[in-house]
T-cell receptor, first 110, second 113 residues
Framework: GQNIDQPTEMTATEGAIVQINCTYQ??????LFWYQQHAGEAPTFLSY????GLEEKGRFSSFLSRSKGYSYLLLKELQMKDSASYLC???????????FGAGTRLFVKA | NAGVTQTPKFRVLKTGQSMTLLCAQD?????MYWYRQDPGMGLRLIHY???????AKGEVPDGYNVSRLKKQNFLLGLESAAPSQTSVYFC????????????FGPGTRLTVL
């Protein structure tokens, strides 16, 4: 079967670092995405990993281990505006379908 | 460049009524998708299209139909709405199968009474 697991909620302090984990079991793999979704809005793209390792983009980094079926999103220097849901998504081989996790709701407190 | 647009933004239906949700993109993307998002369940793929005139079923296609008569438009139809179809519907498009992200529309919030 296909399954993506990520924590339901996390809380962190402004200025701190937070790591959001994602584990997946899918039939085929052709890339992993992280999206950010503020309440009442559409998801927006954050990062994409297709090879093992770390991808860094400003305050956000994403890591992938294909052999472990594992990824994480690292957010540094947290800001209040980072309070949002973070969606982990895996694209299957063939490329037509992307399976989304239920999302992790991150609360950033002052 | 409007990106991906959806109409309507909100709609309330009675059980058994029908409606069509319209998605339009001006990025010349080949691939288009319809998702629904329910609390605690993430985004689930309803139907998708890999090009004009082609459509395919996703994870949860029952109760929905789609059409892609023009490359820029992807329509989602509910023939006989049910309360279980109360959800937020997102349309998305992408240009190719590699690293390109999916671009999402703003969503349609549908309530079926």
């Amino acid at each position: 079967g296909q399954n993506i697991d990520q924590p339901t909620e996390m809380t962190a302090t402004e200025g701190a670092i937070v790591q959001i984990n994602c584990t997946y079991q899918t039939s085929g793999f052709n890339g992993l995405f992280w999206y950010q979704q503020h309440a009442g809005e559409a998801p927006t793209f954050l990062s994409y990993n297709v090879l093992d390792g770390l991808e860094e983009k400003g305050r956000f980094s994403s890591f992938l281990s294909r052999s472990k079926g594992y990824s994480y999103l690292l957010l540094k220097e947290l800001q209040m505006k980072d309070s949002a849901s973070y969606l982990c998504a895996v694209r299957s081989t063939g490329g037509f379908k992307t399976i989304f996790g239920a999302g992790t709701r991150l609360f950033v407190k002052a | 460049n409007a990106g991906v647009t959806q109409t309507p933004k909100f709609r309330v239906l009675k059980t058994g009524q029908s409606m069509t949700l319209l998605c339009a993109q001006d990025m010349n993307h080949e691939y288009m998708y319809w998702y629904r998002q329910d609390p605690g369940m993430g985004l689930r793929l309803i139907h998708y299209s890999v090009g004009e005139g082609t459509t395919a079923k996703g994870e949860v296609p029952d109760g929905y139909n789609v059409s892609r008569l023009k490359k820029q438009n992807f329509l989602l139809g509910l023939e006989s709405a049910a309360p279980s179809q109360t959800s937020v519907y997102f349309c998305a498009s992408t240009s190719r199968l590699g690293g390109d992200t999916q671009y999402f529309g703003p969503g349609t919030r549908l309530t079926v009474l």
